[in-house]
């Protein structure tokens, strides 16, 4: 490849990176209709550069990858503070955007401040999971990550970090041990530090779950509302739960080989309220369910399931517990309390 060649290819790359940038924001605004989200696709299926680009800047706009990201950059200098706000006040003024230039030009601030001082030491990357879907990566460390379904991940490797940001749903860690950079993983209120281990974090609107299969790991509640932070310190066989109101919960005993269970299409709940159930359940099925009666969310569920339908799992629920499944349409599912 001659120098021309090689001059094209990185102006196309740089256009494929802006591009990104500008839809992760304007798809984020009020402004995004039906036909734009539509575009964005056409666009996203062009070529594997659209979608790589998009990858990186979805992990920069996204708040978690990118604080974790800023925590690494040194004060800007004077002369870089110039050109950064010249190019704000540039991004601003685009008159193709001119709805959302603003924010545009504050997003790309932090996307450049991160390319032009920390790009070579920090690897960002951001991975999601669909409906039904699941997925291994394989990190450049060794380790191994088992995304369940519906699924958002973003992973931060500098010289002296492994870091993960579980953003939501559930993903099993097969951590190569390095004493020297410990890894680990943040999802809501909750920081779990390890070495080397096997553990599962299942992450929802009702907190954070870690359990372990090998090994120890450290897992902390942080900023919980209302609540001190705390740490606990768990080996094998052993979960816990970090509440998005009560912080981090009691240790509880589990079978080690079952905290990776949803992996071989088998979910496992003991004692699980029924609208936690139904959040996991949500990921291997289409339509959205809905609890009607509010009675039946705090109902308990022990039960073994195999994730070979979301709908028989659903009618099966109808033979322990006091309610009816109605399937609405297509896109929804209703549970009401039997009369």
């Not at 990118?66 to 991004?91: I, N, S, T, V, Y």
């Not at 492994?162 to 410990?182: C, D, Y």
């Not at 709908?311 to 033979?319: D, G, R, S, V």
């Amino acid at each position: 490849m001659d120098t021309r060649d090689s001059k094209h290819v990185a102006e196309m790359k740089d256009d494929a990176n802006q591009r990104a940038q500008e839809w992760i924001t304007f798809l984020a605004s009020s402004d995004a209709s039906s036909e734009d989200r539509a575009r964005f696709e056409r666009w996203l299926g062009l070529d594997d550069e659209h979608r790589i680009a998009y990858e990186q800047a979805q992990a920069t706009w996204n708040g978690a990858a990118a604080l974790q990201a800023l925590k690494h950059l040194e004060p800007l200098h004077q002369e870089q503070e110039a050109r950064l706000k010249g190019l704000a006040r540039w991004f601003s003024s685009l008159q193709a955007l001119p709805q959302w230039g603003a924010a545009l030009a504050s997003v790309l601030i932090v996307a450049i401040a991160i390319n032009s001082q920390q790009a070579e030491k920090i690897d960002v990357r951001s991975y999601q999971t669909q409906t039904a879907e699941k997925r291994q990566l394989d990190l450049a460390d060794g380790s191994s990550v088992f995304m369940s379904p519906e699924t958002s991940i973003a992973v931060s490797y500098t010289e002296t970090t492994r870091e993960i940001s579980l953003l939501k749903g559930e993903a099993f860690f097969e951590v190569f041990r390095n004493p020297q950079k410990p890894f680990v993983v943040s999802s809501a209120h909750t920081q779990v530090t390890v070495l080397g281990t096997s553990f599962n974090v299942n992450s929802n609107r009702f907190g954070v779950t870690v359990a372990v299969q090998e090994g120890k790991v450290e897992v902390a509640s942080v900023d919980v509302p209302g609540r001190r932070n705390s740490l606990k310190n768990l080996v094998a066989g052993q979960t816990v739960k970090v509440s998005h109101t009560k912080g981090l919960g009691h240790i509880n005993r589990i079978e080690a080989e079952d905290t990776n269970a949803w992996m071989q299409d088998v979910r496992i709940y003991v004692a699980r309220p029924l609208a936690e159930v139904l959040e996991d359940l949500s990921r291997y099925c289409d339509a959205e369910l809905v609890i009607v009666d509010d009675q039946l969310k705090e109902q308990t569920v022990t039960a073994v399931f195999p994730m070979s339908s979301a709908q028989h799992i659903l009618k099966a629920l109808e033979t322990v517990l006091p309610l009816t499944v109605q399937q609405i349409n297509d896109k929804r599912i209703e549970l009401r309390a039997k009369p």
